[in-house]
């Protein structure tokens, strides 16, 4: 589960701005710059350009500021209970390059929204999910060869940040006007999962987040996360997590 502790939004220094913080956070530090920015990341030291991207890994050194004018960043400090890289082949600590391939401001706006005015955690791991799979997904994978690559792109972010929508693979087919075995065939070629199967990681994600709320029943955690029975959600949250619902609340309540 993610869980977000600190952030901001276009927020501005001047050209004197360095961060030096040798032990780095317990936590996971996301950055993006819109100003020209310096980096140093263990031995090496570069000036990266307005647009540029980096995920810090938990303890780890952190050196950066300006770079000959003032500094402008959206950052965000959180923390995940699971490895943060297991479904997504996450880069740590490498600067990227973003362009206008991802909408990174948009994610950060969409995020601080949540983040201020409180009570949306499932929404806001949703949206972390999804922006780390889009960036990463970009980056780790080759689109060439892989015909109909950004709208698969597109439909995976949407399973993502909408884990209540009816997903069915004739409907997921439909959206790209392809046939259903094809889909199943780019979709894996393009992440390594089938897209059902996404759609299940993302109802358990987000069943997980609404599960720490204690206000809210199974039953309308089971609607909330797409499902049109709490039987058929109990079921299926048993053979992914191990637990069932009712025991991955006490054991989290326990261990809290």
């Known amino acids: 589960m993610y869980e977000i502790q600190r952030m901001g939004c276009s927020c501005r220094h001047d050209s004197s701005f360095l961060l030096d913080q040798p032990q780095g956070y317990d936590a996971y530090l996301m950055l993006y710059v819109k100003t020209p920015a310096f980096f140093r990341i263990g031995e090496n030291a570069q000036t990266v350009e307005p647009g540029s991207f ?14 000959g004018g003032d500094y402008v960043n959206d ?9 943060l890289d297991a479904e997504i082949a996450i880069r740590f600590n490498t600067l990227l390059t973003i362009g206008d391939d991802v909408d990174i401001p948009q994610y950060f706006q969409l ?16 949206l972390i999910r999804a922006m780390l799979s889009e960036v990463f997904a970009e980056r780790s994978t080759d689109p060439a060869g892989i015909p109909h690559y950004r709208e698969l792109l597109d439909l995976r972010r949407q399973i993502y940040a909408q884990p209540q929508r009816s997903w ?9 006007n392809i046939s259903m075995p094809y889909l199943h065939s780019l979709y894996k070629k393009a992440f390594g999962a089938t897209c059902m199967s996404d ?14 709320n204690p206000s809210m029943s199974v039953e309308e955690i089971a609607y ?8 058929h959600f109990s079921r299926q949250f048993k053979k992914e997590i ?3 619902p009712q025991q991955w609340r006490r054991k ?3 261990e809290r």
């Open 54 to 67: 980096i995920l810090y890994d938990r303890n780890t050194p952190l050196y950066y500021g300006a770079a």
């Open 168 to 176: 069915t693979l004739k409907g997921m087919a439909a959206m790209l």
């Open 252 to 254: 989290g309540r326990n």
């Open 242 to 244: 191990g637990l069932s």
């Open 199 to 212: 759609v299940i990681r993302s109802r358990m994600e987000s069943a997980q987040q609404y599960l720490t």
């Open 75 to 83: 950052w965000m400090l959180f923390d995940c209970s699971e490895p």
């Open 111 to 126: 995020l601080a929204d949540c983040y201020y005015r409180g009570g949306n955690a499932p929404t806001a791991a949703l």
């Open 224 to 231: 909330a996360c797409g499902y049109s029975n709490s039987v």
